[in-house]
């Protein structure tokens, strides 16, 4: 078995674009109405265990021929090059007939047995409701899954989720699964098993679908459904903008020099370790400046780091920042950084994606003579090293500062167009970039792709679903006013384009003012939360400068922005989020442009804390899982679970953490477990692009919304599954196409699209301007960042004076040329006392 895609049975219907599925409205999540909808029409006898619920399948053993060599309701799907053959046998588990799936010779696709996609047999569902699916099956092979599709009455049959692998059995074995909520916009779902890879017999008897009888939530405790904020104090000046959830409980800070350029030049270079049960910071041996690294978990919990700052600019200007080669291995066992080989060239902002091999690729950043750096590099966990220049396909490409580059379910990356300083990239902004082939393909519909600086892109939960958001950004150059526009892009079908989401909700600035029309953010985090929804908080207007208060939960069930509490704290440039193990967030960071810094963390609480007991997950027997298990937990407290999820930590900075994703389990409730409490199955995929190999927060969320503490369970990479690099495009339906697009879009982007790795020729590094952060470097002390291009309403020396002394700013020297005629009196001192009175105004 390989990482592979696994594509739809249903091409055409998947083409449909989700225009017109998004909603606008911020009312009453619509998936509690739902629960209190069900749980209200549930009839005594429905809340009573005893009676076994109704099948509702047309047919579920097989019996009844449909004149056409197979059962009435069933049909025979599937898609790629294979020989297959499908039967009725009388080898049944009851009654007469069974239906019988033989798959040979197979080169790629699938083949499977599911319910007939009609109004007469795919089972009418409740959106908000769970299905329990559950079928007594013999197969010779283990590539085989429960595969889902909905129906929307607008769009047609789609394809929903994978959902639990069955392992090869002589007799016959019941397999049990439950689906996750119905999405919102389904009226029926169609079901079946799916075999794919290699070949086999599948034969299938007695299927059953019920609907699951949610017990009534209870009331919410609280009536704020806004959550709450605590702000802490720092013990210790930290300047960490690379927060790092680590899978001991403890977070890791890192600085480097913390946007010092003092702390540089003394060498000064710290990490702290912040446990947030105490509010402890520990010192950490901080070995270089991995100031504006780049960082990733790898499979057994240590934290790879690599690049980071190896000089800032040069006052004139000569030079601008420059990246170092450097790599570093964290291990919370010891709370040591050690040194691994370098990198083939310097980094810094590099992006950092974890591949489901375990591998990480590492790209962009700036360069050791601070020009954009074309080369990829690639680190092997099997070799614990970075791979030299020529083992590494290079497309020669640049893609820019802290890309978010998000790791697909078919092994490719996507490139989101979150970005950090300026433009975006030439062409539609944002791309699908295949590792193995080194095609490079445009993905349309990103709205203001240069004005995407410091957005943040998020892989929506649950990963299944291949669907990213990107909310809001600027750009430090043009220093427009931070728009608001969210985009949404389906990444699971053939032709990918992003649609307009809800627009963020407006906040208010540090003052109360109100923010009013398009004012919007950049520096914007986004955090997955346990529940599956995405809180979104954090940001400024403008270029290091007029914090947004302003925080809502998006929840992708709805594609809806529900506001909430916003954090009292400003958190602009250098400011971050992530998801403690306990549900909260913790936020931190601002580093405004007269350089000073943040010294509060802010901890969110949000509203699924306060309505009522939570459920509680026994220690797991095992916290090694591997790929296409059943893995058992014992639940007990809170209400009946609803949904089980693998959440990746985080190891965020500067609006970027393209690993963070939220893994739905499908569950298989088991009853009742000897020693009390609820015994559940919980599914993990068999695809390791789904969920890369390392360690995870497990939360199951309860019918109230409320999650519970998380667990800790480490997915173990199957050494030769997933050591498996994809090398071909993707298969059929979802391959990006090889012909004049791509061609055209590689023109655009100045990149190689069809030669063969290797022998590619090697482009120049890309010219990057030395004040890539949007700092005018004439003014202040090193580490203040006088904006290049000030807001537009800012206009004239008094005004602007006046602009920045809102902003923090004390007079301040000039050095170099006084481009924006702040120093009129020419004593040296900008916006001091002879230079208000009577300038241009
Ligand atoms: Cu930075």
């Given amino acids: 078995m390989s990482a592979r895609a696994r594509p739809p049975i249903r091409t055409p219907a998947r083409r449909h674009r989700r225009a017109g599925r998004l909603r606008r409205t911020t009312a009453l999540p619509l998936l509690l109405s739902a629960l209190l909808a069900t749980g209200l029409s549930l009839s005594p006898a429905a809340a009573d ?128 699964v439950r689906t996750p909520q119905v999405p919102e916009g389904t009226d029926r779902i169609a079901w079946g098993v799916t075999v794919y890879g290699g070949g086999g017999t599948l034969t299938l008897d007695d299927a ?10 209870e009331e919410p405790q609280d009536p704020d459904a806004s959550g709450s904020w605590e702000v802490r104090q720092m013990d210790a000046e930290a300047r960490a903008m690379h927060f790092v959830q680590l899978h001991n409980g403890k977070v890791l800070m890192i600085a480097g020099s913390g946007n010092d350029p003092d702390r540089f030049a003394a060498g000064t270079f710290t990490s702290h370790l912040y446990d947030p049960a105490t509010g402890e910071m520990t010192d950490v041996d901080t070995p270089e400046d991995l100031f504006c690294s780049g960082h990733v978990h790898l499979e057994d919990g240590r ?56 591998d990480v690729l590492s790209l962009g950043g700036l360069d050791e003579k601070s020009e954009g750096t074309v080369t990829a590099e690639y680190f092997s966990a099997d070799r614990q090293r970075w791979l030299g220049l020529h083992e590494v396909n290079q497309t020669w490409s640049f893609w820019g500062l802290y890309p978010s580059m998000i790791l697909l379910q078919d092994g490719r990356l996507f490139y989101s167009g979150s970005h950090v300083f300026g433009n975006g990239l030439p062409g539609t902004g944002a791309s699908l970039y295949d590792y193995g082939t080194g095609t490079i393909t445009d993905v349309p519909g990103l709205r203001r792709k240069d004005e995407r600086d410091q957005s943040m892109s998020v892989l929506l939960p649950p990963a299944q679903r291949q669907r990213v958001a990107t909310f809001g950004g600027g750009n430090v150059d043009s220093n427009p006013a931070a728009h608001r526009l969210t985009d949404i892009v389906d990444l699971g079908v053939p032709d990918p384009a992003y649609v307009p989401g809800p627009d963020l909700p407006r906040g208010h600035y540090s003052d109360g003012t109100p923010q009013t029309g398009d004012e919007g953010k950049m520096y914007v985090s986004a955090v997955i939360l346990p529940d599956g929804t995405v809180l979104e908080t954090g940001g400024a207007l403008h270029n290091r400068a007029e914090p947004v208060h302003e925080a809502s939960i998006f929840d992708p069930t709805t594609d809806t922005f529900t506001p909430v509490a916003p954090d009292p704290e400003p958190r602009g440039y250098h400011s971050g989020s992530l998801l403690l193990p306990d549900g909260r967030v913790l936020s931190y960071g601002d580093n405004p442009g007269d350089g000073s810094y943040a010294t509060t963390l802010s901890l969110y609480s949000p509203p699924y804390l306060s309505k009522g007991p939570r459920p509680d997950i026994a220690p797991p027997s095992s916290r090694e899982w591997t790929y ?12 009946q679970i609803t949904k089980a999820a693998l959440v990746r930590p985080e190891a965020v900075t500067h609006s970027s953490d393209p690993n963070q994703r939220y893994v739905d389990l499908p569950m298989t409730v088991h009853g009742e477990a000897p020693g009390g409490g609820t015994e559940i199955g919980l599914n993990l995929t068999d695809n390791p692009n789904l969920a890369p190999p390392g360690w995870y927060m497990l939360f199951v969320t309860d019918a109230n ?89 800012v206009k004239g020396s008094a005004a602007k004076c006046r602009w920045l002394d809102g902003q923090g700013w004390k007079p301040f020297p000039v050095h170099g040329r006084d481009r924006h005629r702040l120093d009129t009196d020419r004593d040296g001192t900008a916006c001091g006392r002879g230079d208000r009175g009577g300038a241009i105004g």
Avoid at 307 to 312: A, E, R, T, V
Wanted: hydrophobic residues 30%; glycine residues 10%.
């Fill in 49 to 176: 265990p005893a009676p076994a619920a109704e099948n509702l399948l047309v047919d579920p053993g097989f019996e009844t021929s449909d004149g056409d060599g197979f059962a009435q309701c069933w049909q025979r799907a599937g898609w790629g090059d294979n020989t297959f053959a499908y039967s009725l046998t009388t080898d049944a588990h009851t009654g007469d007939r069974a239906a019988r799936l033989t798959v040979t010779d197979w080169a790629s696709g699938d083949r499977k047995i599911m319910v007939e996609e009609t109004a007469a047999c795919a089972p009418e569902v409740e959106p908000g409701k769970q299905y329990d699916l559950a079928v007594h099956y013999t197969s010779t092979t283990d590539n085989t899954v429960f595969t889902a599709f909905r129906h929307d009455p607008r769009q047609g049959w789609l394809y929903w989720t994978d959902l639990k692998t069955l392992p090869a059995t002589g007799t016959y074995t019941r397999a049990e």
């Fill in 208 to 217: 059953e679908m019920t609907a699951v009888a949610v017990d009534p939530p």
């Fill in 303 to 358: 934290v790879l780091v690599m690049g980071g700052n190896l000089d800032y600019p040069a006052a004139d200007g000569s030079h601008g920042y420059k990246g170092l080669k450097n790599s570093y291995v964290f291990d919370p066992a010891t709370n040591e950084y050690t040194r691994v080989n370098d990198m083939n060239a310097g980094h810094w902002y590099p992006s950092a994606t974890v591949l489901g091999n375990g």
């Fill in 628 to 639: 296409g298990t059943e893995n058992r937990i014992t639940v007990s407290g809170g209400g």
């Fill in 705 to 793: 919304g409320v999650p519970s503490v998380a667990e800790w369970v480490r997915i173990e990479g199957e050494e030769q599954a997933a050591r498996t690099l994809r090398t071909e495009p993707a298969a059929d339906a979802t391959s990006p196409k090889a012909g004049t697009g791509d061609a055209e879009a590689s023109e655009r982007h100045g990149r190689h699209g069809t030669s063969e790795h290797g022998k590619r020729p090697r482009r120049p590094a890309r010219d990057v301007e030395a004040w890539v952060d949007g700092c005018d470097r004439s003014y202040g002390d090193p580490s203040q960042c006088l904006p290049s291009v000030f807001p537009a309403e």
